[in-house]
């Protein structure tokens, strides 16, 4: 009943910059929170950046100013502006999402499909 969709992945040069959407869709009463992780072969899924209802952000430590989360809540989207990328950060990236579909309904967590992003010359 509820999906979130991405956008955004592509190829880019070190150095690029790129953006990310994510849009959640379907019986949504609230969501509570909505983020970005990722997960390069061979290596855990990690955290990229998240940012709540309110607008708190949490980002990574590597991600040192490089990248900003930003979310249009009348929209139910998120967006992962990217710049100054390296080829490290090439990986897939996952949009995540903390939902409340009714008022008398838990927090639940959803994923996003992923979506490839490559920094490479």
């Known amino acids: 009943q509820v999906q979130l969709v991405e956008s955004g992945g592509g190829l880019v040069q070190p150095g690029g910059s790129l953006k990310l959407s994510c849009a959640a869709s379907?019986?949504?009463?609230?969501?509570?929170?909505m983020g970005w992780y990722r997960q390069a072969p061979g290596k855990q899924r990690e955290l990229v950046a998240k940012?709540?209802?309110?607008?708190?952000?949490n980002y990574a430590d590597y991600v040192e100013g490089r990248f900003t989360i930003s979310r249009d809540n009348a929209k139910n989207t998120v967006y992962l502006q990217m710049s100054s990328l390296k080829p490290e950060d090439t990986a897939v990236y996952y949009c995540?999402?903390?939902?409340?579909?009714?008022?008398?309904?838990?927090?639940?967590?959803?994923w996003g499909q992923g979506t490839q992003v490559t920094v490479s010359s």
């Open positions: 379907g019986s949504i009463f609230n969501i509570n929170a």
């Open positions: 940012i709540t209802s309110t607008g708190s952000v």
């Open positions: 995540n999402a903390v939902i409340r579909r009714s008022a008398l309904s838990p927090l639940r967590e959803y």
